[in-house]
């Protein structure tokens, strides 16, 4: 299919049919251009107004379902959504501005005969990096800059994946469909599948005069850690859901990027190695509706929570999940970021090209990739339950941020330079009219409302960000 000439109204038409949804819904959406926004020749902008319309129209349909009512209307302004996939950089905490989450030493260095990306924000990624560049935890980024011009970038790559460090070489769009794994990447970016047979689970119901959010009672467990995972948990509870956020107390956290994406959740400390929080944890699992999870694949079926025991535990739970790379293929193992598949799948270079500065590589205005899984996850995840109620069965749902990326592409870049006059969103003050001011176990917040309206029901979040490990492992 042909996407380039798509408004983001036919990707969400596209997107909603393909998963087997009711197209009366579609009527009920609507996504106003209120700005041209996010400088890039790719339609960053078009995927931010397109997913979250689709995760919130996924909601209302939920909704629907469960009060026997027709689709109630959403609205998405283009301007607003551009806004919410910046979030984690646009918040004020305490009347500071969001930091900066890059490391010292991260980002693009020049090699012997190309380039190479290296993500530094958890602290063993960068030790790992420092070691397979034999140089000592207090090295500067001129020192990594050095040492890197003695490597081949694909051997360093290759290097890097056997050592736990985190790098990506830098791709043109032809180096990378010529890679085996490119042809392993799903076209389409919601993979959802029935993965067993079973009882109709209706809808949870509530008194409908009581019940103002889509999602009031359903039950969220979320093992993630980053932006895109996170994202989808903070979209389920936008509109109601019960999220238990469960982070481990033995892997380092990225506490200026939570304080954005736990808004909504509640937050609980397990650490799963240990049978007593196992114990906990399986005990949530076992009347939870959703499990959100963002792990490699096989690392937690290692620890026993794999599909089947999952679906032995509770047979109505939807499991979803989120990686790099995507389920399949040669490098669905390999650890990833969305600044990584950026580089690597030939997005940046492209980018650059177009604009025509000389530059090796030119980044997205925002950690689209990242966004857009987390609201793409959270539709699929909606989407299963929909089916759940009136399908029967278990479902499965896996976005990859590499599935994401490609279907970026597919939509085509805008003609020339044309897309990089776009507005970009810089500070908080550039976007105030967004920002909602909350008390929080941190502070005073003010941080970007939500981009989805639907009419006579409530969207928003209640609980607000505070330490992690702050709430006990019990449903409200």
């Known amino acids: 299919m042909d996407r380039r000439a798509f408004a983001p109204v036919d990707t969400v038409a596209h997107i909603w049919t393909s998963l087997g949804l009711p197209e009366h819904a579609l009527k ?24 979250i319309g689709l995760s919130a129209l996924s909601a209302a349909l939920v909704w629907s379902l469960r009060h026997h009512q027709q689709v109630p209307e959403v609205t998405v302004p283009a301007r607003h959504a551009c806004a919410e996939f910046k979030s984690e950089r646009l918040y004020i905490l305490n009347g500071k501005a969001a930091p900066s989450n890059i490391g010292t030493i991260g980002g693009l260095h020049k090699t012997r005969d190309g380039y190479i990306r290296m993500h530094d ?90 019940d103002t959010k889509c ?3 359903l039950r969220v467990v979320e093992m993630s850690r980053v932006i895109a995972a996170p994202v989808a948990g903070k979209t389920l509870a936008v509109h109601g859901a019960d999220v238990l956020w469960i982070t481990s107390p033995t892997l380092p956290d990225l506490p200026d990027v939570d304080v954005d994406v736990s808004r909504g959740k509640r937050t ?20 939870a509706d959703v499990f959100i999870q963002s792990y490699r694949p096989g690392s937690l079926a290692a620890h026993g929570f794999s599909n089947q025991e999952l679906l032995a535990l509770n047979p109505k739970l ?42 090796a590589a030119r980044v997205l205005p925002c950690q689209a990739l990242d966004h857009g899984s987390g609201y793409l996850l959270a539709t699929g995840i909606m989407a299963a339950l929909y089916k759940r109620a009136t399908e029967g069965g278990s479902y499965e749902v896996k976005v990859s941020l590499a599935g994401v990326m490609r279907y970026l592409r597919s939509l085509g870049q805008y003609e020339g330079q044309s897309g990089f006059d776009r507005k970009d969103f810089k500070q908080p003050k550039d976007i105030i009219e967004y920002l909602d001011s909350r008390q929080t176990g941190l502070g005073v917040l003010k941080a970007v409302k939500h981009a989805a309206f639907i009419d006579g029901l409530k969207v928003g979040w209640e609980h607000m960000p505070k330490p992690l490990g702050s709430d006990e492992a019990v449903w409200l």
């Open 121 to 210: 924000g958890f602290p063993n990624h960068r030790e790992n990096a420092l070691k397979i560049l034999s140089l000592g935890h207090d090295a500067t980024r001129e020192d990594v800059s050095r040492k890197m011009l003695e490597w081949n970038s694909l051997d360093l790559e290759i290097k890097a994946i056997e050592e736990g460090a985190v790098v990506a070489r830098l791709r043109s769009f032809e180096e990378w469909d010529a890679l085996p794994h490119s042809n392993a990447v799903a076209d389409f970016p919601i993979l959802l599948t029935k993965i067993s047979e079973g009882t109709v689970y209706p809808a949870k119901s509530i008194e409908p005069v009581q």
């Open 268 to 287: 609980v400390r397990l650490d799963i190695k240990t049978a007593v929080d196992k114990a906990k944890l399986l005990e949530l699992l076992s009347t």
């Open 318 to 359: 939807v499991i979803a999940s989120l990686n790099a790379y995507g389920p399949d293929g040669p490098w669905s193992h390999r650890r990833g970021f969305d600044s990584l598949v950026q580089t690597c799948s030939g997005i940046n270079v492209a980018d650059a090209e177009r604009y025509a500065a000389g530059e």
């Open 28 to 51: 009920s959406i609507h996504l106003p251009v209120d700005a041209e926004c996010l400088p890039s020749s790719f339609k960053v902008s078009h995927l931010a107004q397109a997913s």
């Open 215 to 217: 999602l009031r009672g």
